[in-house]
């Protein structure tokens, strides 16, 4: 797993966070796990919390409207629109509360085969370095960004395995 908060060279390293992992399967196979809703909703979140999907358009300019529930009860409305849809390299979505969100940040996600596995490097970038620290020490962002990466590492073994649940 590696794991960044605020450092590097880039323009927006005061803004980003960079969580990422190597999961023990074909990019194929990760790239699916993580476009299609049927997977999505099984592994997607840190851990401890649920998602319940309103709508789902996987397409660039399609969004994806769904609630994810947290252990303590506490509700999450969350929405993404997809941007930039390269099967199965990579996607850039933008994130919010809703559609029209002001403080929404954009994520890069790629997707490199290493042999029979894939990292999935997850690059968010926040409008201000405010909102990336807030994301950070009130939402735990980086935690859950690995909790994330691990979720989906452990459904796509059952999914290899035809056990996932």
Known sequence: ????S?????????REILVSREIDAPREVVFEAFTQVRHLS???GPEGFTTTTRSFEFRVGGAW?????GPDGTDYQEWITWREIVPPERISLLHGESRTDPDAFESF???EPTGERTRVAMRTVFPTRELRDQAVEKYHAVEGGEQTLS???TYVADLLRGTES
């Open 1 to 4: 797993m590696t794991t960044t």
């Open 65 to 69: 409207d769904f609630v994810m529930h």
């Open 42 to 44: 099984r592994w997607w």
């Open 109 to 111: 996600l790629t997707f």
């Open 6 to 14: 605020g450092d590097g060279g880039s323009a927006t390293a005061d």
């Open 151 to 153: 979720n989906l590492a």
